[in-house]
């Protein structure tokens, strides 16, 4: 074989082995970005970054099971990835947990039942959830090389009652200059609308491969104004054109694009030497960015930016379920409040009631005067008025807590069930909390806001890389290779009959121009440079300079969060210790009170009382007791706020992160603190189906 063919069939198969290899890496080219559970590392300069929440399993398992993150298979149903993926409806049925805490019309609620209760059904948590399937969804798109639409991390606050903790420091604006974080890094300022750089620079080509084609048939009939060139004054032409094209982007800024072109002309024309004809042509070209758009960096920085978001995500729930959960026992601790306060002041009604009795007889057997009988009715009146205030207060309550732990209380059973608490107050707890120092130091390790800021920092780092390379010229390098053939039906000394005429040009078909197309007798091949040099480049000069100060903002954001996190617990500390001491305060004095209820009706008795002293220290009781009540709820919310601010109530209570994703408990939470009231039974425990 001479030499020559040898390096050209050489040559055809190194093309042939690099065309088998980059189609090779289409379906794993996407991947060289990091795992979602794994965040870009943070500059040096900054404060190690906690280790983000892991995306759980089955953080969609109540809405679907399928993996957003991936796109369909096309295996073995190749059309499936142009078709509807299937969504399933939102659920607003009430879980089955429901049904364990009502008996006999009545809803018996322990505060684990009610937290247990509110993962699986409060709509805040609902609602968020579906921002962990937006943020898999984003890493779907980002793949392909598209741009991140972005992730609402804020908190969900659709839940009315439990005032008191509405609300940690996340859920302010954490954009650029205080901006609120939008879609595709644009937020709301106070101008308008502000759109951030993060996410700007080179274009990215699309990393999903692309089929074209094109199949047209075409029959003309063109006047001519000159025969010499076609012999007739009228050219009629059958065409028919079979296009095929395929192109793909990579991560390393590299573009592939393969063209494969077919035609088959027919015509009237007597001066073609071939009719009919067809053509067929092959061309195989590659470009790689040099400067500009050139390295991962560059390609992947919205898939890495949407990996980050979704571990943004995961704390943003993390905060979510924190801060509904506190809402929760702010609302439970609301209603056992106002379920206490209703016996006492049906305590004092009966004492109001028997009181006036009393004088009543004394009246008619003349050793009191009527006017104290007046005195005592408008004892009992004022007492039926408090009672009265007191059980609407509840019924609210009931209705506040109700509509935290359901999705809807269209059933007339639930609707009507009055809800009985089973935890109650506990007035003599031990004060014991841990120095400031070490509840500062827990918030700022484990806060999702800290956690939140340094992935949000390690986003804008990704992006001021991004932006220094949109600095460069572009410069593309490119080389293709490529083939053409011809076949068709000789019009002049063509081979028919019998026997081969000397000289002849014989008939050929498709195969042979297709063959022609590997054989190099038509090659087509070069290599090339593009080149684009902005000679002022002054709008790249002004991004790369408002990402840096963007980046500057969001590290004294993250430091003034710190602060605002710091004095957060300390005022919480400071609230905590204020409201123990109102507690004992509030206990003292109602002992106090019920001694001096007890001495003015023993002294009554004696005939050294009258009943307006009597009247005046039940009264004083009454509102003594309910201070005490008032003083052990604000207690018990400062509890709960501080462990909010310290993000201790996930593990305080045994919440399982992966079980309120799900939205399915199996392992009931513990409140640490409540002990069960004396004169409630509570419902019967039954295994959850």
Not at 173 to 195: L, N, P, R, Y
Not at 412 to 423: F, G, K, S
Not at 658 to 683: H, L, N, W
Request: net charge neutral; hydrophobic share 35%.
């Amino acid at each position: 074989m001479p030499v020559s063919c040898s390096v050209t069939v050489a040559l055809r198969k190194v093309l042939t082995l690099g065309l088998v290899g980059l189609l090779a890496t289409a379906g794993f080219a996407q991947e060289a970005a990091k795992p979602a559970s794994q965040a870009v590392p943070v500059s040096d300069a900054l404060v190690p970054m906690p280790q983000a929440p892991r995306p759980q399993g089955d953080a969609y398992k109540l809405y679907s099971d399928q993996n957003y993150t991936k796109g369909q298979s096309q295996f073995p149903r190749f059309w499936s990835v142009w078709g509807v993926r299937y969504v399933p409806q939102a659920n607003f049925t009430n879980t089955p947990l429901i049904d364990r805490v009502i008996r006999d019309g009545k809803m018996y609620l322990s505060l684990s039942d009610a937290v247990a209760l509110a993962l699986e059904n409060n709509l805040d948590i609902a609602i968020q959830r579906y921002n962990l399937i937006t943020a898999d969804v984003d890493i779907l798109r980002t793949s392909s090389g598209s741009a991140s639409l972005g992730v609402n991390t804020g908190l969900v606050q659709g839940t009315p009652g439990g005032a008191g903790s509405t609300a940690t420091s996340g859920t302010s604006g954490g954009g650029a200059g205080g901006t609120s974080i939008g879609i595709a890094g644009a937020g709301a300022g106070a101008a308008g609308i502000v759109t951030s750089t993060q996410g700007e620079g080179a274009f990215i080509d699309n990393f999903d491969p692309v089929l074209t084609g094109n199949i047209q048939g075409q029959r003309s009939t063109t006047p001519q104004s000159n025969t010499i060139f076609t012999g007739t004054p009228a050219l009629n032409q059958n065409t028919e054109i079979y296009n095929f094209g395929y192109t793909q982007g990579f991560p390393t800024g590299t573009l592939m694009s393969v063209g494969f072109q077919n035609s088959r002309v027919a015509s009237n024309s007597i001066f073609s030497s071939l009719n009919p004809y067809v053509t067929s042509t092959f061309n195989f070209q590659l470009r790689q960015r040099v400067l500009q758009g050139f390295g991962f960096n560059s390609n992947l920085r919205w898939i890495k930016i949407a990996r980050n978001n979704r571990a943004i995500m995961d704390s943003a729930y993390q905060n979510q379920i924190m801060t509904t959960v506190s809402q929760i026992q702010n609302i439970y601790w609301d209603l056992v409040n106002a379920y206490e306060n209703v016996k006492v002041q049906q305590r004092a009604l009966d004492l109001a009631d028997k009181t006036l009795s009393d004088n009543e007889k004394q009246v008619e057997i003349g050793t009191l005067a009527p006017i104290t009988v007046v005195q005592a009715k408008s004892s009992v009146a004022s007492a039926k008025q408090n009672l009265t205030t007191s059980q609407t207060n509840l019924q609210l309550q009931q209705l506040l807590m109700k509509n935290a732990v359901t999705r809807n209380n269209t059933d007339p059973i639930l609707a009507n069930a009055p809800v009985i608490p089973t935890d109650t107050l506990q007035i003599n707890e031990a004060f014991d909390v841990p120095p400031v120092e070490q509840l500062v130091d827990q918030a700022l390790k484990h806060r999702p806001e800290i956690i939140q800021s340094r992935i949000n920092l390690t986003n804008r780092e990704v992006g001021l890389k991004a932006i220094k390379n949109l600095q460069l010229p572009t410069l593309d390098v490119y080389a293709f290779y490529g083939a053409a053939g011809l076949a068709g039906d000789p019009t002049t000394n063509g081979c028919s009959g019998p026997g081969v005429p000397p000289g002849c040009v014989p008939s050929t078909g498709y195969g042979h121009a297709f063959g022609n197309l590997f054989n190099s007798t038509a090659p087509d091949k070069g290599l090339g440079v593009n080149i684009n040099i902005p000679l002022r480049n002054r709008q790249n000069q002004a991004d790369q300079v408002r990402s840096v100060i963007e980046y500057r903002q969001a590290q004294l954001s993250a430091q003034q969060q710190e602060n605002t996190i710091t004095l957060q617990v300390r005022n919480a500390q400071f609230a905590l210790t204020q409201n123990y001491a109102a507690l004992q305060s509030a206990v003292a004095a109602r002992d106090y009170a019920s001694q001096n209820l007890d001495a003015e009706q023993k002294k009554y008795s004696l005939g050294a009382s009258t009943s307006t002293l009597v009247l005046q220290a039940s009264s004083a009781l009454t509102q003594a007791e309910s201070n005490v009540l008032a003083a052990a709820t604000n207690y018990e919310k400062s509890r709960v706020q501080l462990d909010l601010f310290t993000a201790d109530t996930l593990a305080k209570l045994g919440i399982e992160i992966g079980e309120a994703q799900s939205g399915k408990v199996q392992k009931m939470p513990t409140v640490p603190g409540a002990i069960p009231a004396s004169d409630v039974v509570p419902a019967p425990q039954q295994p959850k189906q």
